[in-house]
């Protein structure tokens, strides 16, 4: 385990200085990760049995019980199903316009460190690729000043290897990251679409039993 460790640490050292701010990415992609796990964990407790339900409550013109089962549920399904109950009597012109505000503020929380994350999937093999053209650079100077060292040529080749740390490391985490963002972008759709799916069906329900203004 030392040894693994002692090698982490020189392929890391190794790497150049570049592997620092590529640390601080990968850090910061893992706090962003967790992020997002956590806060699309709670907007996805709501899905299609939760709008199946209150349906079904509000067919049995129980829409005040139908409110108070959203009310508490986290979620944007939620969320919106509660601002039409509560919203039944305007025109369905504002209701509509209601939901679709509560919507998009809950799509701006969930798209939250998207956008950085889409950033450190470009950002990071080329600051990986920075970190080897400069330790290439190194090694070529070196390799200048000890042409006819034997001894010296054989640090030089490993040199070379070492200066590819960059490269690998930022590409391993642009990877990481462009897969991290495109599942969190898919989530995110999916869930958009569910609630426009929701809130339609309820308001279609309150419009067939007249339970909604025109």
Partial sequence: MEQQQGG???????????????????????????????????????????????????QQGRESEALSRVENEPGPVAQSLATILRSRHLPIEDIERQVEVGAEDYMLRLERYLPALDTFTTLSPLLGLLGTILGMVKVFQQFTANANDNTAKQRILAGVGESLYATAFGIFIAVCCF??????????????????????????????????HH
């Fill in 8 to 58: 982490l640490i020189h392929i890391f050292l190794a790497g150049g200085l570049v592997m620092w701010p590529l640390l601080a990415i990968f850090i910061a992609a893992a706090f962003f990760t967790v992020n997002r796990i956590m806060e699309f964990g709670k907007a996805g407790k709501s899905g299609s049995g939760l709008t199946d339900e209150v349906i079904n409550l509000v």
């Fill in 179 to 212: 897969a991290i963002y495109n599942y969190f972008s898919a989530k995110q759709r999916s869930i958009s679409i569910e609630t426009s799916q929701a809130a339609t069906r309820l308001i279609a329900v309150l419009h067939e039993r007249q339970a909604i």
